[in-house]
């Protein structure tokens, strides 16, 4: 079977790989579309994301859709023949974060396609995956395999708006419009926010957000664009650069709540962190999510408007330019990779 094995910095190699068997426990899935996340791009761009470097070979992908195979021993789910979304942590379940509840930042657990340690645990970039049984779930009724594939990315997004609190009737300010923050926007709006303010570089990225459901389109590097909220209630900082929590300290209100949810640069970042203290601005980070992957299925079966923020399909055997479309924002919101059998 193929899959997508990145060897270092810039080497990503699709490969002959061994079909796995489900061992007791396990469902074997034939994954159908994978979506090449922003943390991909990292690792095939810098050997890594954030503190997590490659010191393996590893497979990657973490946004996989597909059907289900078989299962080993012990195990059952949904049918073989069933469509289905992989929730891609393992969660230790006896941590103190799993035992209080907070399974996404779990101090051991493994989730697919990542170097965070060693042996990395290997992605699902890979035309058959083997998995825990109980991180299969069933599509929804009217659901899709194409857009599900966003299922992933929207938990992401769904649990950084819920670590903002209650932004029922609220202006947010989401900085960065690639698909996580495009994401983002969907959750806010989802969520009731009355007003979301995006901003960016570039108007390809912008154009998605307003797609997404965006109420005000920013230049970033503009400071005189008039879109520029005088301050806003919530801030949530999607881009992975320090400029962008720059931004959302100083136009949050006093008072108010700024979420870090774009991956940082390794090392220190430099930020306005005077602000956090003298106007009592809440400070949180936002890290992947736990049961909101259930939620983003049941949000993605009612909004067919998401399938816009799919730009691309690639064959696998083309995963070299898959990835170069994906990180090219100008041309592409979420680029996903076909595993379906060559005709």
Request: glycine fraction near 12%; proline fraction near 7%.
């Amino acid at each position: 079977m193929l899959g997508c094995v990145i060897h270092g910095r810039g080497d990503l190699r699709v490969a002959e790989l061994p079909v796995p068997v489900p061992g007791p426990g396990q469902a074997l899935v034939a994954v159908r579309y994978g979506g090449v996340c922003g943390s991909d791009l990292h690792y095939w761009r810098h050997g890594g994301v954030g503190d997590f470097r490659l010191r393996e070979p590893m497979v990657l992908g973490h946004e996989v859709v597909g059907t289900v195979v078989e299962y080993g021993a012990g195990a059952s789910g949904p049918a073989p023949g069933t469509a289905v979304a992989v929730h891609p942590a393992t969660p230790c379940g006896v941590c103190p974060e799993c035992a209080g509840g907070r399974r996404n930042i779990c101090r051991d657990t493994r989730y697919l396609g990542s170097a965070a340690r060693f042996p990395h645990v290997q992605g699902g970039f890979a035309a058959r995956l083997v998995v825990p049984a109980e991180q299969v779930r069933a599509l929804p009724d009217g659901l899709g395999l194409r857009r599900a594939a966003l299922a992933e990315p929207l938990a992401v997004a769904l649990h950084a708006v819920r670590r903002a609190g209650d932004v029922a009737g609220r202006h947010v300010l989401v900085t960065g419009a690639g698909p996580i923050g495009c994401l983002v926007v969907a959750a806010a709006k989802a969520a009731g926010a009355a007003r979301v303010t995006v901003t960016d570089l570039l108007p390809s990225a912008l154009a998605y957000a307003s797609a997404a459901g965006a109420d005000a389109l920013v230049r970033a590097d503009d400071p005189d664009d008039p879109g520029w909220p005088s301050e806003v209630d919530v801030a949530i900082e999607a881009s992975g650069v320090a400029a962008g929590l720059d931004a959302c300290l100083r136009r949050v209100r006093r008072g108010g709540v700024v979420v870090q949810l774009g991956m940082l640069p390794a090392g220190d970042s430099p930020f306005a962190g005077n602000l956090v203290v003298s106007r009592e601005i809440e400070l949180r980070g936002a890290f992947r999510f736990d049961a909101e992957f259930d939620d983003a299925l049941a949000l993605l079966a009612a909004e067919p408007g998401f399938d816009g923020l799919v730009s691309a399909v690639v064959p696998v055997g083309e995963a070299e330019s898959a990835f170069v479309l994906a990180a090219d924002r100008s041309r592409a919101c979420k680029v996903l990779l076909d595993f379906a059998p060559a005709p």
